[in-house]
């Protein structure tokens, strides 16, 4: 008698849990405005990346022309497969002190995997992710970026 | 001639009186069937690519996404285009697979398929035959098309295409138990086989509504069991992607896959549309007992539509299941087919029994 009101049971329980499933289902079917198919070429000038999206790695200038690299190549190191070069120079500080600096970030997109680490591992927040997802070009060596801009230099006050 | 969007009796008594007498009777039967082939024939095609075409926007909107919009406004060609493709395909046989059966096979799931699609009334008139053991006429024919499936899977030669194959038998085998005895609940409280009176039957109040509980029920398993015996999600064993490649059909390509594909729609449009007649009144416009402005308002409303209507209504839920829940193990299947089905059922029949002795229903 109890395996029978056991059997009893699980019937109704099992549709109860189809029942669930069911509505989840007919949530997403009957609030089409929540679908989030993009389409894409047509909403090229409105589409908006979401926050987290990992396009490619860039290093913000700010309006002076001026950056938070400071040359250590942590970034370098952590990169996983070798996408990252970092050339530095010596500089003379007006102070007469012999300092290194950021010469060239070399970037190879082409060759990044968007894992997000060399951004984790810079200890002065120097690059970060951009949003830009169309990459296509038709020149391989194009994908080879520096990314500190010329004539950039450290910005103030960045503690090294 | 006289057209009459709701009635097709005219239509058609027209064109057989109008055959009758410029032609022999050979002649004019051999041309009657000639045309009520070539309009199955059209109608299926079509609709089979409405189906499709259907299911991958229903499929998209359950998973929040748009489904095909390239091809024509909202994707609406996509499925043509994807069919001519298919028939433009190299067909490719398997060195060793058995020749003969090989090529059969699609024909017999197909030839099934039509032959069941026969018995459904469209509308008054529009059925092309019907006779006293419709229902079981139906369950017989819809169980030849596991044969094809069968010798598809064995004459291909290829252990995905045997074991998919041999799944979809044991799966059609079981549910077939299921749907029939489902249906036979409905020929209880019906008191009858036979379409038309099945669906006369139901001018006052549809089954599901006047049998009530045990109609319910056997609706609920009739779904279950209907969508089993199409081989669709969740109960594609047969043709499970991730384990088996394509499961019976993997080699087939072309135009006898897309026969397959084809079988695979009108047997998910029979199961809606036996449905649809048995338990929703077939193309019965919704009646209230006594409410006669509102049962005029309904009439109004031809019966074609209200057949596809409620055939659309079904298949939407045939394809809600599909979206919605995971594919069973084997053993799941059976067991839901044989400790729960298959016991409901038999307990189900025997209460549409006693309601109909007692005459406890509406
Ligand atoms: S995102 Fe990853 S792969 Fe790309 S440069 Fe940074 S560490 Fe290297
Ligand atoms: S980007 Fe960051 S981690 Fe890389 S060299 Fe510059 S400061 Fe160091």
């Given at each position: ?160 | ?151 598809a899977g064995w004459s291909s030669n290829n252990k995905y295409s045997l074991i ?199």
């Amino acid at each position: 008698m109890k395996s029978f009101i056991e059997y009893i049971v699980s019937v109704f329980k099992g549709l109860w849990t189809l029942l669930v499933g069911m509505k989840v289902t007919a949530k997403y079917f009957f609030t089409p405005w929540n679908h989030v198919t993009q389409q894409y070429p047509e909403n090229r000038d409105t589409l908006v990346m979401f926050e987290r999206f990992r396009g490619e790695v860039i290093m913000p200038h700010t309006e002076n022309n001026e950056h938070l690299c400071t040359g250590c190549g942590i970034c370098e190191i952590n990169c996983p497969n070798g996408s990252i070069e970092i050339i530095s120079k010596s500089i003379l500080t007006p102070e007469g002190k012999k300092k290194r600096i950021i010469d060239q970030h070399i970037y190879h997109l082409g060759m990044c995997t968007l894992c997000n680490l060399c951004v984790k591992a810079c200890p002065t927040g120097a690059i970060v992710m951009g949003q830009k997802f169309e990459h296509a070009v038709w020149d391989r060596a194009l994908l080879t970026k520096v990314l500190n801009q010329p004539g950039s230099k450290i910005a103030e006050g960045v503690k090294e | 001639m006289a057209f009459n969007i709701y009635d097709f009796t005219t239509l058609t008594h027209s064109i057989h009186v109008g055959l009758a007498e410029s032609f022999s009777p050979v002649v004019a039967t051999t041309i009657e069937w000639i045309i009520v082939g070539v309009t199955y024939l059209l109608f299926v095609a079509l609709f089979g690519l409405f189906l499709v075409y259907a299911e991958r926007k229903v499929c998209a909107a359950f998973q929040q996404r748009l489904g095909p919009m390239r091809v024509g406004p909202w994707g609406l060609l996509q499925t043509i285009a994807d069919f001519i493709k298919l028939l433009m395909k190299e067909l490719i046989m398997p060195r060793k697979a058995d020749w003969f059966l090989y090529n059969i096979a699609p024909f017999i799931v197909i030839i099934a398929s039509f032959m069941a699609i026969a018995i459904l009334p469209f509308a008054p008139g529009l059925q092309s035959f019907d006779f006293d053991i419709g229902i079981f006429y139906l369950t017989a024919v819809s169980s030849v098309g596991v044969i094809g499936i069968l010798i598809a899977g064995w004459s291909s030669n290829n252990k995905y295409s045997l074991i998919g194959a041999m799944r979809s038998g044991a799966q059609i085998l079981s549910y077939e138990l299921s749907v029939s005895l489902s249906l036979l609940t409905m020929v209880v409280f019906a008191g009858s086989m036979q379409f038309s009176t099945i669906v006369e039957g139901q001018r006052d109040a549809w089954y599901i509504f006047s049998g009530h509980i045990p109609a319910m029920i056997a609706f609920i398993i009739f779904l279950i069991a209907g969508t089993a015996e199409t081989n669709r999600g969740p109960f594609d064993l047969a043709e499970a992607e991730s384990e088996l490649v394509a499961g019976f059909h993997t080699e087939y390509s072309g135009v006898k896959f897309a026969m397959f594909f084809l079988a695979e729609y009108i047997n998910l449009f029979i199961i809606s549309a036996v449905a649809a007649t048995v338990f929703l009144g077939g193309w019965m416009p919704l009646h209230f007992g006594n409410l006669e402005s509102f049962n005029h308002v309904m009439d109004f409303i031809p019966p074609v539509v209200w057949f596809f209507g409620k055939v659309l209504f079904v298949i939407f839920i045939i394809m809600w299941f599909k979206w919605t829940f995971p594919r069973l193990r084997v053993d799941q299947i059976l067991t839901l087919e044989w400790k729960y089905l298959l016991p409901i059922n038999l307990v189900n029949i025997l209460l549409m029994a006693l309601v109909v002795l007692t005459k406890f229903h509406f």
